[in-house]
């Protein structure tokens, strides 16, 4: 008589973020891609906790949607949404070169906060837990050659508030206080806390 083994959660990430993939691999868990198109227009009046965590589990509902659950596997959507606040003005990812200037002169020389938000929703029962960290980073303060030089380089673009820490912008980063992956996308710590909600403990 064979005894039954458990399943191995997957978790699945709804991101087509590089970054964010590289620090759920540190959980040591599976992980599938499945990137998800959900709406990210929010209200004006929503705090920066409610765009990070609702954005986040939109995100992972709508991956939830299409995905066909595996009789073999035990999976989990992680959603994740990362936005940069000066001053109570929320910067997310600019339109265009010009657009990543102008938030890099405002953010030079300042300290901001970059709030994340993350979600995991279980596919097999819809049972939710999201949470979101928050961060302050300041700035060097930087001339206009500097900025035009790292927009020119293309790595602005698809990060909110125009720069990326892990990369050539954390020549631009003076100090951080809080989680240096909050920063980068993903808080794995924050997402290993609410894995714990699942039963899931990591280590």
Request: charged residues 25%; glycine residues 8%.
């Amino acid at each position: 008589m064979s005894t039954a083994t458990p399943t191995q959660t997957v978790l699945v990430l709804a991101s087509s973020s590089p970054r964010r993939q590289e620090l759920i691999s540190l959980l040591g868990l599976p992980v599938r891609i499945i990137p998800s198109g959900a709406d990210e227009n929010t209200p004006e009046t929503w705090s920066p906790r409610e765009i990070v965590e609702e954005l986040s589990k939109r995100k992972a509902l709508a991956v939830k949607q299409d995905l066909t659950e595996s009789p073999d596997e035990s999976s989990i959507i992680v959603g994740s949404d990362t936005i940069v606040v000066l001053n109570g003005q929320i910067m997310g990812k600019p339109r265009d070169g010009q657009d990543a200037a102008r938030m890099l002169r405002q953010l030079a020389g300042n300290v901001h906060e970059v709030y994340t938000g993350v979600s995991c929703v279980r596919a097999s029962d819809g049972k939710e837990a999201t949470s979101h960290r928050v961060t302050k980073v300041r700035m060097r303060s930087l001339l206009e050659d500097q900025i035009a030089r790292y927009v020119a380089t293309g790595e602005p673009m698809d990060k909110a508030g125009a720069y990326g820490i892990q990369e050539i912008g954390s020549v631009l980063v003076e100090s951080i206080e809080g989680d240096y992956f909050n920063v980068v996308g993903l808080p794995v710590s924050l997402l290993a806390v609410l894995l714990e909600q699942f039963e899931i403990t990591i280590p």
